[in-house]
């Protein structure tokens, strides 16, 4: 969640520089172009060829030039008194020297050379000069226009000496800070450190999923040692022309050196720093911007008080050499919220707002497991719109409620038009899930069940969320596999057809079925070997038959899984057939409505 106001302010500004310059362009040589060809249509006005012949043929009487100007005034013989007529004379030195020439025959011609007034050079020579100032300024204008993006992108506006942001701001993650300390207290007195010998680390990795407050903890580390923060995103080079990255490293850099002490902090680092493999283009190009990376986190100075942190949710991809001492040797985890954590990230985006009597964070907390600190957030900030949007004087229960099924379905589609037959076939989907859950022991209970459609989908199941938990059996995913396919095994029992409404459900469920063979060692043919993700970086060392087994075991779980679906379906088919007609009926049902029919 990044805003660069202060990089769109100028870059509006040098936007509007530019345009002017523009303009101003347009208007000069138009300008200059008009009073051209006015002094062109003059009727007084006669050909070169016209006036030599005149001059030779004796009937010029006076001439008049300004140096520097080919504009000549001509009075002919027998022209009353203040009248001329004029010539533009390309070549005036050679006219100058015919009518000296002339003047010797004895043909008399009055030769005036008026020294050009030093307004008028300086405005002629300025004229003569304009289109080249202007195209000057315009090439200026660009370099520093691509020198601002440069710029811009590499401090994204976020270079400040106060982030505005300390520890205060970041709720829960209390040991995180603890560890974090210690770097605040090296950034405001590096001395001290470095005189008892201490080594302080150059490079800290955040490892955390999204949303987790990666980047809010490196900015309130800098907010609390009141240092600079300056910030770069490794997705940036993605899309950067060859060479670049490199440089815009080495810049960063640079600028790190110069306004030291300070923090830098790199985004995605994983997009810059993945294993060096091949030499394709793309990925030659990042070994460039890598290699870089580790030439400047080797080169500081050890009084240079730069720490460097840097931020990554997919750290098996990252590099070896990142993480050799003196560069990111120091690796802290940032996992999502626990149920504390949770609650005190609700209270810190509570301020500000006014919730109804009603409403209790802590409960909130406990149906959010999972749910990173940007989520939470979220979640407060939709309600407020919500309550906003339905007039009330101040967030109520519902909204709150609402807000959590949007961050997590998606959006309530009311104009959406179902059909009958989508309906019945999302009524059987969604009671498929509820019931199976219902009959497995380690899945949560049913919350609420919908037909209502929200975002993507067009119907949900909600499930009661539980304590934290840390560890996952194999059990507990296995029943997992059966809940999620219990929507098609509905589908396919009840309407005898199946639909593409499961896609989502068979997705999740090839991912689990995946991880529980390649990351868990959950499966008895393949053993306790972790094997993801070998694509990366590695060939597999097992050889090829070992994707088959992989393959076969995945399978074979989800097979499994959708026969259990099946089988407990077809033992409750009354409750099946209950379940849907009351969802076609209320299109939402509550957990005790849904319970009852158990009982
Ligand atoms: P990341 O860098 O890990 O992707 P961010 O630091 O950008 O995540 O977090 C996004 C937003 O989520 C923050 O600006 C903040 O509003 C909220 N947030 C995340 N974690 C916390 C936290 N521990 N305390 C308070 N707010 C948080
Ligand atoms: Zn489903």
Same mark, same amino acid.
């Given at each position: 969640?990044?805003?660069?106001?202060?990089?769109?302010?100028?870059?509006?500004?040098?936007?509007? +520089?530019?345009?002017?310059?523009?303009?101003?362009?347009?208007?000069?040589?138009?300008?200059?172009?008009?009073?051209?060809?006015?002094?062109?249509?003059?009727?007084?006005?006669?050909?070169?060829?016209?006036? +030599?012949?005149?001059?030779?043929?004796?009937?010029?009487?006076?001439?008049?030039? #300004?140096?520097?100007?080919?504009?000549?005034?001509?009075?002919?013989?027998?022209?009353?008194?203040?009248?001329?007529?004029?010539?533009?004379?390309?070549?005036?030195?050679?006219?100058?020297?015919?009518?000296?020439?002339?003047?010797?025959?004895?043909?008399?011609?009055?030769?005036?050379?008026?020294?050009?007034?030093?307004?008028?050079?300086?405005?002629?020579?300025?004229?003569?000069?304009?289109?080249?100032?202007?195209?000057?300024?315009?090439?200026?204008? +660009?370099?520093?226009?691509?020198?601002?993006?440069?710029?811009? #992108?590499?401090?994204?506006?976020?270079?400040?000496?106060?982030?505005?942001? *300390?520890?205060?701001?970041?709720?829960?993650?209390?040991?995180?800070?603890?560890?974090?300390?210690?770097?605040?207290?090296?950034?405001?007195?590096?001395?001290?450190?470095?005189?008892?010998?201490?080594?302080?680390?150059?490079?800290?990795?955040?490892?955390?999923?999204?949303?987790?407050?990666?980047?809010?903890?490196?900015?309130?580390?800098?907010?609390?040692?009141?240092?600079?923060?300056?910030?770069?995103?490794?997705?940036?080079?993605?899309?950067?022309?060859?060479?670049?990255?490199?440089?815009?490293?080495?810049?960063?850099?640079?600028?790190?050196?110069?306004?030291?002490?300070?923090?830098?902090?790199?985004?995605?680092?994983?997009?810059?720093?993945?294993?060096?493999?091949?030499?394709?283009?793309?990925?030659?190009?990042?070994?460039?911007?890598?290699?870089?990376?580790?030439?400047?986190?080797?080169?500081?100075?050890?009084?240079?008080?730069?720490?460097?942190?840097?931020? *990554?949710?997919?750290?098996?991809?990252?590099?070896?050499?990142?993480?050799?001492?003196?560069?990111?040797?120091?690796?802290?985890?940032? /996992?999502?919220?626990?149920?504390?954590?949770?609650?005190?990230?609700?209270?810190?985006?509570?301020?500000?707002?006014?919730?109804?009597?009603?409403?209790?964070?802590?409960?909130?907390?406990?149906?959010?497991?999972?749910?990173?600190?940007?989520?939470?957030?979220?979640?407060?900030?939709?309600?407020?719109?919500? /309550?906003?949007?339905?007039?009330?004087?101040?967030?109520? #229960?519902?909204?709150?409620?609402?807000?959590?099924?949007?961050?997590?379905?998606?959006?309530?589609?009311?104009?959406?038009?179902?059909?009958?037959?989508?309906?019945?076939?999302?009524?059987?989907?969604?009671?498929?899930?509820?019931?199976?859950?219902?009959?497995?022991?380690?899945?949560?209970?049913?919350?609420?069940?919908?037909?209502?459609?929200?975002?993507?989908?067009?119907?949900?199941?909600?499930?009661? *969320?539980?304590?934290?938990?840390?560890?996952?059996?194999? *059990?507990?995913?296995?029943?997992?596999?059966?809940?999620?396919?219990?929507?098609?095994?509905?589908?396919?029992?009840?309407?005898?057809?199946?639909?593409?409404?499961?896609?989502?459900?068979?997705?999740?469920?090839?991912?689990?079925?995946?991880?529980?063979?390649?990351?868990?060692?959950?499966?008895?043919?393949?053993?306790?070997?972790?094997? #993801?993700?070998?694509?990366?970086?590695?060939?597999?060392?097992?050889?090829?038959?070992?994707?088959?087994?992989?393959?076969?075991?995945?399978?074979?779980? +989800?097979?499994?899984?959708?026969?259990?679906?099946?089988?407990?379906?077809?033992?409750?088919?009354?409750?099946?057939?209950?379940?849907?007609?009351?969802?076609?009926?209320?299109?939402?049902?509550?957990?005790?409505?849904?319970?009852?029919?158990?009982?």
């Amino acid at each position: 969640m990044k805003d660069k106001p202060e990089k769109k302010n100028n870059e509006k500004l040098y936007y509007g +520089i530019l345009i002017l310059v523009i303009i101003l362009s347009i208007i000069t040589v138009a300008t200059v172009f008009i009073i051209q060809s006015q002094e062109k249509s003059e009727d007084k006005e006669i050909a070169y060829t016209d006036l +030599i012949q005149k001059v030779v043929a004796g009937e010029v009487e006076k001439v008049e030039m #300004k140096v520097g100007s080919t504009s000549v005034k001509v009075k002919l013989k027998g022209m009353a008194e203040g009248e001329e007529k004029t010539t533009i004379v390309p070549n005036t030195q050679a006219f100058i020297e015919l009518i000296q020439e002339e003047t010797v025959k004895g043909n008399e011609i009055e030769l005036i050379q008026n020294p050009a007034s030093a307004f008028l050079s300086v405005f002629n020579a300025l004229v003569s000069l304009l289109p080249t100032i202007m195209i000057v300024i315009l090439f200026v204008l +660009i370099f520093k226009m691509q020198g601002l993006g440069d710029k811009g #992108k590499i401090y994204g506006g976020e270079e400040n000496l106060d982030t505005g942001v *300390t520890f205060k701001d970041v709720a829960g993650l209390d040991e995180e800070k603890a560890e974090l300390m210690e770097v605040v207290d090296f950034l405001k007195t590096p001395e001290k450190f470095q005189k008892m010998g201490a080594k302080i680390p150059r490079g800290i990795l955040l490892y955390g999923k999204p949303g987790t407050g990666k980047t809010l903890i490196a900015k309130a580390i800098a907010g609390e040692a009141g240092v600079p923060f300056i910030s770069m995103s490794g997705s940036e080079f993605i899309e950067m022309f060859a060479g670049l990255g490199a440089s815009r490293v080495r810049k960063l850099f640079d600028k790190a050196k110069k306004i030291s002490p300070c923090i830098v902090f790199i985004d995605e680092i994983d997009a810059i720093g993945s294993r060096r493999t091949s030499t394709s283009g793309g990925e030659s190009e990042n070994n460039q911007t890598l290699n870089q990376l580790l030439v400047e986190m080797d080169g500081f100075e050890s009084t240079e008080t730069v720490i460097v942190l840097a931020a *990554t949710n997919r750290p098996e991809m990252l590099d070896k050499a990142l993480l050799r001492p003196g560069r990111f040797d120091r690796q802290i985890t940032i /996992a999502a919220p626990d149920l504390n954590g949770r609650e005190a990230i609700l209270k810190t985006h509570a301020k500000g707002k006014k919730f109804s009597n009603d409403i209790n964070l802590k409960e909130i907390a406990g149906d959010t497991a999972g749910f990173t600190g940007a989520e939470l957030a979220n979640i407060l900030n939709e309600a407020a719109i919500i /309550a906003t949007i339905k007039g009330h004087k101040e967030i109520q #229960k519902v909204d709150l409620e609402d807000a959590v099924k949007k961050v997590t379905v998606g959006l309530e589609k009311h104009n959406r038009v179902v059909s009958e037959k989508d309906k019945k076939l999302t009524a059987y989907h969604e009671a498929g899930h509820a019931i199976v859950s219902k009959f497995l022991p380690t899945q949560q209970d049913v919350k609420e069940v919908s037909i209502i459609p929200r975002g993507v989908a067009g119907g949900y199941t909600m499930y009661k *969320t539980n304590e934290d938990k840390y560890y996952i059996s194999k *059990t507990e995913m296995k029943e997992k596999l059966i809940a999620l396919l219990g929507g098609r095994a509905a589908e396919k029992i009840a309407l005898d057809d199946i639909s593409t409404g499961a896609s989502n459900d068979i997705e999740v469920a090839t991912e689990i079925a995946k991880d529980m063979v390649t990351v868990y060692g959950m499966s008895d043919i393949i053993g306790p070997i972790a094997l #993801k993700p070998k694509e990366t970086y590695e060939q597999s060392i097992f050889g090829d038959n070992i994707d088959a087994a992989i393959g076969a075991e995945v399978k074979n779980l +989800i097979d499994n899984a959708y026969k259990s679906a099946q089988e407990i379906l077809l033992a409750h088919m009354d409750k099946l057939h209950a379940v849907a007609s009351k969802l076609l009926e209320k299109e939402m049902i509550s957990a005790e409505e849904f319970n009852q029919f158990f009982n």
